[in-house]
C-alpha cells in the first residue's frame, strides 16, 4: 500500500503533467509490483488529514515489533482532488501491473496575466517528516523549471549519525543530501543526480523508439474498445476537455503476428569520487498497445466516450518485456508480465550472473477481487422513463465492477513465499501479509504484518 505521501505526490505529478513513467529508473516498474511488492512487517497505523488543496498532514506509528513513530507535513502550490481512503479509487494506492502510456511531451502551466504582467508561479512540492523518538529528519523538494525541466532535492538528517560519519557506513542511513534534475522530452529522459555523502555523479537516460504523443492534445481518433485496464471505473474524474480524444494506437506501426507495441531503451553510469569506483547498467523495455487506460492522462473514461465504447476482448494480451545487464557486476535480469485475464496478472524473472554462475527464479501473481452486488439498486419507481432505466443500470454495473481488493502472491527459488492481501473495510484500507521459509521447519513464518491507513479530505 502506498503511504500517503507518495499518494500526494503522484498527484501532484499528475496534475502537473509530469510523467515519472518514462524515468529509467521505473522501467522494470510493472514487474516489480507482482515481483517485489512490499510485505508489511509488525503492526503499522496511519493516519492522514488534507484540510485544503495545498496543504496535507500524515502521522503513523509502529506499534509492533518496537514502538516508534512519525510526523509529516506536505505543501503544494497546486490545487490537489485528494480523496479519502474510503472514495479513493483503490488502484491508486498500491503497485500494480499495467501498460505505460505512450510518451510524450511534458506541457507547463497556462501563462496567467494581470495588468501587463506575468503572473503564474512555477508547481513545486514541499515535504517533510520527523520520526519519533529518533529525531530523524526526511526533506523533499520538487519544482517544475521549464516544462521540460524537474528539480528535486532530497535531505536525510539522522543526528545520531552526522554526515562523513564511519557510521553512515551501516546498514542504517545516515545524513546525506541528495540533487536530482529530470528533463523529459517525451522521445528522451535523461536524469542527473549527485550525492553529497559519498560524492557519487550519476546519469540516467531513456530512450523511446516509435512516434511520441501530441503535445497538445488535439487530435481526432476514437479509442479502442478495450482497454488494458480492469474496467474499474468508480471514482473516477472527468479529464480536461482537451485531452479527451488522443490517438492510442498508431496503426502504421502495426504489423501481422506477433505482440504489437513500442520499445525502450535506456542506460546509467555514476562515479563516486569518495570511494573511487564506478558502475554502469543498461536496459531494454518492450509494452504492448494501446496505452494505458483509464484515468491515464491521456485517455477517457468509458463514460466520456460514450455508449459505443463497449468493452470487448483484447486483440493481444497487454504484456511487459524487460531485461537488464550490468556489465561490471556480471548481473543479468530478464522478466516477463502480462494480464492473462480481466483480473489475473502474472509475472516471472530470472537472474543471473555470468561471474558467480549464481541464479534466482522469480514467479508473482495478483488477483483482483471484485464488489458482486451493487451498492443501490434502482426500483421501478424510481425509473421516469427508459433513459433513466438504462444510465441506473449503468451505474449499478460500475458499482458491482468496482475493484475491492488484491491478491499477491511470489514464491521464488530461495524458497522464500510471500503472500499480500490488501483491501478496503469501509473507509480504511488494509494491508495483511506474511513471509514464510519453508525450508526452515523449526520457523517456517519469518515475518507477518498488519497496516492499517485511514486519511480524509476537506
Given at each position: 500500500m502506498h503511504p500517503f505521501a507518495s499518494y500526494v505526490l503522484r498527484s501532484y505529478y499528475k496534475e502537473s503533467g509530469w510523467n515519472e513513467d518514462n524515468l529509467y529508473a521505473n522501467l522494470t516498474r510493472s514487474s516489480n509490483a507482482l515481483l517485489d511488492f512490499s510485505v508489511p512487517r509488525g503492526l503499522h497505523f496511519g493516519i492522514s488529514k488534507s484540510p485544503n488543496p495545498l496543504f496535507k498532514t500524515t502521522y503513523s506509528m509502529n506499534a509492533l515489533p518496537s514502538l516508534n513513530g512519525s510526523v509529516g507535513y506536505i505543501f503544494t502550490s497546486c490545487n490537489l482532488d485528494v480523496k479519502g481512503s474510503g472514495d479513493v479509487r483503490f488502484?491508486?494506492?498500491?503497485?500494480?501491473?499495467?501498460?505505460?502510456?505512450?510518451?510524450?511531451?511534458?506541457?507547463?502551466?497556462?501563462e496567467e496575466w494581470l495588468g501587463g504582467e506575468r503572473t503564474d508561479t512555477r508547481d513545486y512540492l514541499l515535504y517533510g517528516r520527523i520520526y519519533i523518538p529518533t529525531g530523524r529528519l526526511d526533506g523533499l523538494y520538487s519544482t517544475r523549471i521549464t516544462p521540460t525541466l524537474q528539480g528535486m532535492i532530497a535531505a536525510i538528517s539522522d543526528p545520531r549519525m552526522p554526515l562523513s560519519s564511519e557510521k553512515s557506513r551501516g546498514p542504517a542511513p545516515g545524513s546525506n543530501v541528495m540533487?536530482?534534475?529530470?528533463?523529459?522530452?517525451?522521445?528522451?529522459?535523461?536524469?542527473?543526480?549527485?550525492?553529497?555523502?559519498d560524492g557519487m555523479w550519476g546519469v540516467r537516460s531513456l530512450y523511446n523508439f516509435g512516434r511520441v504523443g501530441p503535445h497538445h492534445p488535439d487530435a481526432t481518433a476514437t479509442p479502442p474498445p478495450y482497454?488494458?485496464?480492469?474496467?474499474?471505473?468508480?471514482?473516477?474524474?472527468?479529464a480536461p476537455a482537451g485531452r479527451r480524444k488522443i490517438k492510442r494506437v498508431d496503426e502504421e506501426d502495426a504489423m501481422d503476428g506477433g505482440l504489437r507495441?513500442?520499445?525502450?531503451?535506456g542506460g546509467e553510469f555514476y562515479f563516486s569520487a569518495k570511494e573511487k569506483s564506478a558502475g554502469v547498467s543498461t536496459g531494454i523495455r518492450f509494452t504492448t498497445f494501446p496505452d494505458a487506460t483509464p484515468p491515464s492522462f491521456q485517455v477517457p473514461t468509458s463514460a466520456e466516450a460514450g455508449p459505443s465504447a463497449v468493452r470487448g476482448p483484447p486483440s493481444q494480451p497487454p504484456t511487459t518485456i524487460t531485461a537488464l545487464f550490468n556489465p561490471m557486476l556480471g548481473h543479468i535480469s530478464a522478466a516477463y508480465a502480462a494480464r492473462v485475464s480481466r483480473d489475473f496478472?502474472?509475472?516471472s524473472r530470472f537472474d543471473f550472473n555470468v561471474y558467480s554462475y549464481e541464479s534466482e527464479w522469480s514467479l508473482g501473481a495478483e488477483w483482483w477481487q471484485r464488489r458482486g452486488i451493487p451498492r443501490e439498486s434502482p426500483s421501478s419507481s424510481q425509473a421516469g422513463n427508459g433513459e433513466d432505466m438504462v444510465q441506473m443500470a449503468s451505474s449499478g454495473a460500475d458499482l458491482a465492477d468496482e475493484v475491492q481488493g488484491v491478491v499477491k502472491a511470489k514464491v521464488s527459488t530461495t524458497t522464500d513465499v510471500s503472500l499480500l492481501w490488501e483491501g478496503r473495510l469501509r473507509n480504511i484500507l488494509v494491508s495483511l501479509g506474511v513471509v514464510s521459509n519453508l525450508s526452515n521447519r523449526s520457523k517456517p513464518i519469518k515475518s507477518i504484518g498488519l497496516e492499517l491507513s485511514y486519511f480524509s479530505s476537506g
Open positions: 488502484k491508486d494506492m498500491i503497485d500494480r501491473f499495467k501498460v505505460f502510456d505512450q510518451p510524450r511531451k511534458p506541457e507547463g502551466k497556462a540533487f536530482s534534475l529530470q528533463h523529459d522530452t517525451g522521445k528522451v529522459c535523461t536524469e542527473y543526480t549527485w550525492s553529497a555523502e482497454s488494458h485496464d480492469d474496467g474499474d471505473r468508480h471514482g473516477h474524474t472527468s507495441g513500442r520499445v525502450s531503451i496478472c502474472m509475472a
